[in-house]
């Protein structure tokens, strides 16, 4: 059926190195591609999306890059700090629905 | 912060209790959606309205009832629910009538406990 696939489900990176998120999608028609933030008991918060018109968004540390051939799309936290420890879903229109992903929980170790 | 807000935040019940969960936005959105999180599990769609009418019902079961008077509040009607139902229950609204390219805005949720 049609999904979203986010990897890995958990990741651990030493502060100040990178992080890098990935989702594959199914339906080649998807043109919008957010990520939510999601901190521990916190509501969801879209941190960055990207449309299917380009290929790269940048915002400070944060960067969303979207391959439409491959139908993948890949969150990457450069720099990353103690405060982005969180849970982090990719999304895509599949069916008329904005699905999600499983979620990525991030922990960013001082 | 509070554009969405919920309440109650946290809800305990029996399975054979009535309760409803409440959602109101202040962002003066159009469309308003409930949302189940469970550990695990992606976020899964429940209910879409768009200005005020249901547009989505995601095969979700009848002990599960929405209601949406206008726009800017939206409600969950529990009643017999069964323990799987335990979960976060979030809120969102989004400016215009299909949320498939919109910014989602999140309550806080219901964190709902079934015993």
């Known amino acids: 059926g049609e999904n979203v696939e986010q990897h890995p489900s958990t990741l651990s990176v030493q502060e100040g190195d990178s992080a890098v998120i990935k989702c594959t999608y199914s339906?080649?028609?998807?043109?919008?591609f957010p990520w939510y933030k999601q901190e521990l008991g916190k509501r969801p918060q879209l941190i960055i999306d990207?449309?299917?018109?380009?290929g790269e968004k940048k915002d400070q540390r944060i960067a969303v890059t979207l391959n439409k051939t491959a139908k993948h799309f890949s969150l990457h936290i450069t720099e990353t700090q103690p405060e982005d420890s969180a849970v982090y879903f990719c999304?895509?229109?599949?069916?008329?629905?904005?699905?999600f992903g499983k979620g990525t929980k991030l922990s960013v170790i001082p | 912060e509070t554009g969405v807000t919920q309440t109650p935040r946290h809800l305990v019940m029996g399975m054979t209790n009535k309760k409803s969960l409440k959602c109101e936005q202040h962002?003066?959105?159009?469309?308003m959606y409930w949302y189940k999180q469970s550990a695990k599990k992606p976020l899964e769609l429940m209910f879409v309205?768009?200005?005020?009418?249901?547009?989505e019902n995601n095969s979700v079961p009848s002990r599960f009832s929405p209601e949406c008077p206008n726009s800017s509040h939206l409600f969950l009607h529990l009643h017999t629910l069964q323990p799987e139902d335990s979960a976060l229950y979030l809120c969102?609204?989004?400016?215009?009538?299909?949320?498939?390219?919109?910014?989602?805005?999140f309550g806080s949720g219901t964190q709902l406990s079934v015993l």
């Open positions: 969102a609204s989004s400016q215009d009538s299909w949320a498939t390219n919109e910014k989602l805005f």
């Open positions: 339906d080649s028609a998807s043109n919008y």
């Open positions: 990207i449309r299917s018109n380009v």
């Open positions: 999304a895509a229109p599949l069916s008329y629905q904005l699905t």
């Open positions: 962002l003066g959105h159009n469309a």
């Open positions: 309205y768009n200005f005020k009418e249901q547009t």
